[in-house]
């Protein structure tokens, strides 16, 4: 426990956060595990709704427990991120998957290196993923590199080490499982310093079940994500849709044009009305978007402001 000690010595207080639902089977191994490696840490875990013993299992382990009824990760994390004070917190999950036996490292390395956020990139043993999850991360990684220009390696890990002044200026406006990508785009958003560090991600035992449901949440989050590329960066996302409407009004014009050259008549009224209105709303979606850009930029100002109020986690 070397590697440790200059979290025993009782400099910063440190939070951890299990969001648990229906983790009667792993939950009380994961918190004695999270007391073995950092016994100095609060450890919380939230109920969300559970229709087993998770809650018995938690306290009889020795961890803190509260109950948000609301279904879904995001109102979990919300809850969270709201009511627990600490100076570093740790997030991850009730399921007894991720390798908890590096959390002092990353602790230690988050307080060495100033950062805000450590990412647990998953490296799963055989039969850890399910193939449809593992396909969805893929695509979701490469849809927010093509829109944010930069590289999550594992968008939707749930083991993450956060500084305080991360945790208490993140709005948390989702409410399921698409809580991952959003703290991720506000991190770009931001331009927080973080970094992701690989991490052994074990099959779950069994009893145990994944909450994820693999076409109704994967439709959630790329919901999130095309609605937070309109907030983030919306002259971009406006001028995309500006582009399609000019380019659809060309095409459509092209033969009424050719035929206005030819024999100065224009003979499709009703296209030609069409035409116009596209061009109009091409127009309305590029002034939308100059505006709106303005709008975001100061709402970046103002949550970079709110999040510089906080103190850096240093040594």
């Not at 961890?63 to 979990?76: L, Q, T």
């Not at 004070?85 to 002092?104: K, L, V």
């Not at 749930?158 to 305080?164: C, E």
Request: net charge positive; glycine share 6%.
């Amino acid at each position: 426990m070397k590697k440790n000690d200059n979290l025993i010595s009782g400099v910063y207080r440190i939070a951890v956060l299990l969001p648990c639902f229906n983790e009667e089977a792993t939950v009380a191994n994961v918190v004695k595990d999270f007391k073995r490696y950092i016994p100095e840490a609060l450890i919380y875990v939230y109920d969300n709704n559970s229709s087993d013993n998770t809650i018995r299992e938690a306290k009889e382990a020795g961890a803190i427990v509260r109950c948000e009824p609301s279904r879904g990760k995001g109102n979990v994390v919300r809850r969270m991120f709201a009511d627990i004070e600490a100076d570093i917190f740790i997030m991850s999950d009730g399921d007894g998957t991720y390798d908890i036996s590096t959390s002092p490292a990353l602790v230690q390395q988050l307080i060495d290196e100033q950062l805000d956020m450590i990412v647990g990139i998953r490296v799963p043993e055989e039969g850890a993923h399910r193939k449809g999850h593992s396909f969805g991360n893929f695509i979701f990684n490469k849809i927010i590199l093509f829109i944010f220009e930069d590289r999550y390696t594992d968008v939707f890990s749930g083991y993450r080490i956060f500084s305080k002044r991360f945790v208490k200026t993140f709005p948390t406006l989702s409410k399921g499982f698409e809580v991952e990508t959003e703290i991720c785009i506000h991190a770009l958003d931001l331009n927080i310093p973080l970094k992701e560090v690989p991490v052994r991600y074990s099959k779950r035992v069994i009893g145990s079940e994944s909450k994820l449901r693999t076409f109704s949440d994967g439709f959630l989050i790329l919901r999130t994500i095309i609605n937070m590329f309109k907030e983030v960066k919306p002259f971009t996302f406006f001028n995309i849709i500006s582009a399609i409407l000019m380019i659809t009004a060309f095409f459509i014009s092209y033969p009424l044009v050719i035929t206005w050259i030819e024999t100065g008549l224009v003979p499709r009224i009703p296209t030609a009305i069409i035409v116009m209105g596209l061009v109009v709303l091409s127009f309305i979606c590029l002034t939308c978007g100059l505006i709106l850009d303005c709008v975001a930029r100061g709402r970046k100002e103002a949550k970079r402001l709110c999040y510089l109020t906080f103190p850096i986690v240093s040594k």
